[in-house]
């Protein structure tokens, strides 16, 4: 399997295919509006707004696996996002990161690309990056800010 064989659904019912990207920079993260680290949508936001002309595509999954912190529905996180946090980047429908129903993009990115706790995802605002060839790059930690993965986004739009 390869990221470009990969889908998913947007908020609306709408299929995302990854193949669409390809030769785009992708930046996924697992979101939750009520998370302590939902501050990072504004600096998610401020990459997309930065880079989005350049070839970096940023992508929002929520997820409310962790302590339920994403209690929006698939039809209020769009507008809940905007609201609260300004965001304008494309978010995903709410999916799961670990167990049995782990989303196919997640079980991939989990393989590829090891975290402190192996395949498991540690918690909200999990960071991957993409490769422009749809390879794998980097997995980030939770609490690392977004304004530090542009220098990795700036070497992979060859900047």
């Known amino acids: 399997m390869k990221f470009y064989d990969l889908h998913i659904d947007d908020t609306k ?10 030769g785009k920079v ?13 501050p990072q949508f504004d600096d998610l936001e401020k990459l997309h ?3 989005k002309d350049k070839g970096l595509v940023v992508l929002g999954f929520p997820s409310n696996q962790f302590l339920n912190q994403e209690p929006e529905t698939n039809e209020t996180l769009v507008e809940a996002c905007r609201i609260n946090f300004g965001v304008t980047f494309q978010l995903t429908q709410k999916i799961d990161v670990n167990g049995d129903a782990t989303h196919p993009i997640f079980a991939y990115l989990k393989d590829e690309l090891n975290g402190s706790l192996g395949k498991k995802i540690k918690w909200n605002f999990t960071k991957f990056l993409i490769t422009p060839e749809g390879k794998p790059f ?10 530090k993965l542009e220098d990795d986004i ?3 739009l060859k900047m």
């Open 138 to 147: 980097k997995r980030y930690a939770p609490t690392t800010k977004p304004a």
């Open 26 to 38: 992708v930046l996924i993260v697992n979101t939750a509006t009520k998370c302590g680290l939902a």
């Open 13 to 22: 019912g709408q299929t995302l295919k990854m193949s669409d990207y390809q």
């Open 154 to 156: 700036k070497s992979l």
């Open 49 to 51: 707004q930065e880079y």
